[in-house]
């Protein structure tokens, strides 16, 4: 028996992520893989211009 691998594909939405920098929940892209959730790397927050790739994930849409 051989168990077929299957490509998880990285799924992209928008949601709130949190600045380390200014301190302060914005809209970003968020890209999920699998088990993993985090802002799309390269994006830049809106105030304070600083990178959100540290910033901490703080509401993902579900569908109900």
């Known amino acids: 028996m051989s168990f077929a691998s299957t490509a998880v594909h990285p799924v992209e ?3 709130k992520v949190y600045c380390p920098i200014c ?8 890209v999920t893989s699998s ?7 390269g994006q ?4 304070c211009k600083s990178a959100l ?11 109900a």
């Open 35 to 41: 088990k993993h959730v985090m802002a799309k790397p």
């Open 44 to 47: 830049k927050c809106p105030r």
């Open 13 to 15: 939405s928008t949601g």
């Open 23 to 30: 301190t302060h929940t914005v809209d970003a892209t968020i």
């Open 53 to 63: 790739d540290a910033g901490y994930v703080m509401r993902m849409p579900k569908a």
